[in-house]
């Protein structure tokens, strides 16, 4: 099944592309915005799993769905319902096993940038 059949499906559940689907430029695409790099550099720093809503972005929170999906339908995160919340987890294992260091790379280059020598 699809992840466009799963997302029709079913009331609740959202769509992941499974580990195979992941393609490279989704990802890159996806990590290119400096908002869903933010995310997931929190998914990163030691919160395996948040809710939307405890993210402090500086968009609004439509745009904030936006991200969220962009991410979500690239393969970086996966989320799911736990009651009224939209909790989201980095998808490390499978970024890691596709693409090696890729993920790594990219939040040591942010974390520079963020904070120059």
């Not at 393609?23 to 939307?52: F, K, Q, T």
């Not at 769905?65 to 009224?84: K, M, N, P, S, W």
């Amino acid at each position: 099944m699809s992840a466009t059949e799963r997302a029709t499906t079913s009331g609740r559940r959202l769509a992941h592309p499974e580990r195979e689907e992941i393609r490279l430029e989704a990802v890159l695409h996806a990590l290119a915005d400096p908002v869903r790099l933010r995310i997931v550099r929190e998914l990163a720093d030691g919160h395996s799993e948040m809710a939307c809503i405890a993210f402090s972005l500086p968009v609004s929170k439509s745009t904030s769905t936006h991200h969220f999906r962009v991410l979500r339908e690239a393969g970086v995160i996966r989320q799911h319902y736990e009651g009224t919340s939209r909790m989201s987890r980095l998808r490390q294992d499978d970024l890691d096993a596709l693409f090696p260091g890729l993920l790594t790379a990219v939040l040591q280059a942010h974390r520079r940038s963020q904070h120059p020598a």
